[in-house]
């Protein structure tokens, strides 16, 4: 790497520091657009029954505690085979960097390994015509009592006023630009969508019962056909 190429990066690095820093000098804005989330999962839709489940443990203990959230399992009726979806949503409170943070954050304090992750974008039909959502995907796994691993694979984004991102930095900079160019902030809140991978599961396990094993890619097609369905009703 030659002097000029390592003089361009120090100067790239200054003017992220110096824009980072930047957020944090301007002053506070009184006007606080609510995130286009809705604040409440619904219990059934299309084929979908649910139970409400609680946020315990290593979680609770970094959000802050006016963080607002809510979490449902989902079992498909018309798909018993499969395992079922936990879906959830957390709204940010007045201390946004310890209530809206990256899932990978919970994940680890958890116990999980993040084994893989990628962005990507998924076409759901609203109201108002087909959108491009963007999610981010992370497969990742845990060692169970038994010695055996089972893995996961888990999509979420953060929803905001008017924008939808699936990056912890790319929130940060619209926080930016927002404050900067229009004067308010925007509310932020994520959702997770999360299921079992079956194909992980020992088939000890599933004998017996209506499950079947299935692949990460079955697995993520369920993942998807869920969110196109239930994603409609969250967004206001």
Known sequence: MNK????????????????????????????????????????????????AKKVTGEELKILAKDTEFERRSYYNDDKPSFSAVDASIVFSGKDINNSIHRPERC???????????????????????????????????????????????????????????????????????????????????YTTFSSLILSSVDPEQLSGSNFKAHTIDETRENLESFIKDLMPKMLK
């Not at 506070?28 to 409440?40: G, N």
């Not at 108002?128 to 010695?147: A, D, H, Q, R």
């Not at 929803?159 to 902030?185: E, P, W």
Request: aromatic share 14%.
């Open 107 to 189: 994940l680890v304090s958890q116990g999980f390994t993040i084994e893989a992750e990628r962005h990507f974008k998924l076409d759901v039909e609203l109201e108002s015509g087909s959108v491009s959502i963007p999610f981010k995907e992370l497969v990742y796994s845990i060692l169970s009592e038994n010695g055996v691993v089972h893995k996961f694979i888990q999509f979420y984004t953060f929803v905001g006023h008017d924008a939808i991102v699936s990056g912890h930095y790319h929130r940060t900079f619209v926080d930016m630009k927002d404050r900067m160019l229009g004067g308010y902030d925007q509310q932020w809140a």
């Open 4 to 51: 000029t190429t390592i003089k361009r990066l120090w100067i790239s690095l200054a003017l992220l520091l110096i824009g980072f820093c930047s957020i944090y000098a301007l002053p506070s804005s009184p006007d606080i657009k609510p995130s286009m989330l809705a604040s409440t999962l619904p219990e059934e839709f299309a084929y979908y029954n649910s139970l």
